[in-house]
Each structure stands twice: as C-alpha cells, then as structure tokens.
C-alpha cells in the first residue's frame, strides 16, 4: 500500500518560512498528482497546493499564492511545500495526498494521506 510521511513542521515567527517534506513509499510515485491540504482546529480541510505527475502544472490556494511553492523531485518520491512570509492564519496541521488522477483541489479527490505534520506560526 502508498504510505505518505510529512515532516517539517515546527514553530516559526510571522514572516519566517518553513520546508515540509512528503516521503511517498511504494512504486509508480511518478504517476500520482500530489497535494497539500491544511486543517486548523475547529475548520475543514482546505486545500493549499498541488502539483501534476510531472511537476509542469500546479495549482495553488489564493491565500497562499506567491508565498508557497510546491515542487517534486520523482528520483527520491518526494514531494515539498516550501512556505515563505508566514502569517498567523498559516496555523495548522498540514497533509500531504496523493491521487491517481489529477491535481485537484478537492481532498475527496484524493487516494492516499499522510498523518500530517503541525505549523504554528506565532505573531
């Protein structure tokens, strides 16, 4: 079965940035569009970036365009969501999935999730 690891999470002051790193275990990693998603307590989960199979086409949130990147490196099957210019409102545990299709917006969308990794961002 697709297993998928996050880490990078951690505590950081506004403006700082942050890496989070997604392990995607099994074969085929290069066939999966990937996604991050976000969940802050007492919210649902809303969707913040992904990227196709080949990393030529991504789609990113309004509220966190031009100050996340998402990218993927299919040689070590790891996908990265790099986080600049945090703000407060970036709180939250953060979930790397994967699907079979497309880089959705929609986590219903998606096949596979990790345990998430946790941001906190302190004003």
């Known amino acids: 079965q697709v297993q998928l690891v996050e880490s990078g999470g951690g505590l950081v002051q506004a403006g700082g940035s942050l890496r989070l790193t997604c392990a995607h275990s099994?074969?085929?990693?290069?066939?999966?569009?990937m996604g991050w998603f976000r969940q802050a307590p007492g919210k649902g989960r809303e969707f913040v970036a992904a990227?196709?199979?080949?990393?030529?086409?991504?789609n990113y949130a309004d509220s966190v365009k031009g100050r996340f990147t998402i990218s993927r490196d299919n040689a070590k099957n790891t996908v990265y969501l790099q986080m600049n210019s945090l703000k407060p409102e970036d709180t939250a545990a953060y979930y790397c999935?994967?699907?079979?299709?497309?880089?959705?917006?929609?986590?219903?969308?998606?096949?596979?999730w990790g345990q998430g990794t946790q941001v906190t961002v302190s004003s």
């Open positions: 990227v196709n199979w080949s990393g030529g086409t991504t």
């Open positions: 099994g074969r085929a990693f290069s066939l999966y569009a």
């Open positions: 999935a994967a699907q079979r299709t497309l880089a959705s917006i929609s986590p219903v969308e998606y096949d596979y």
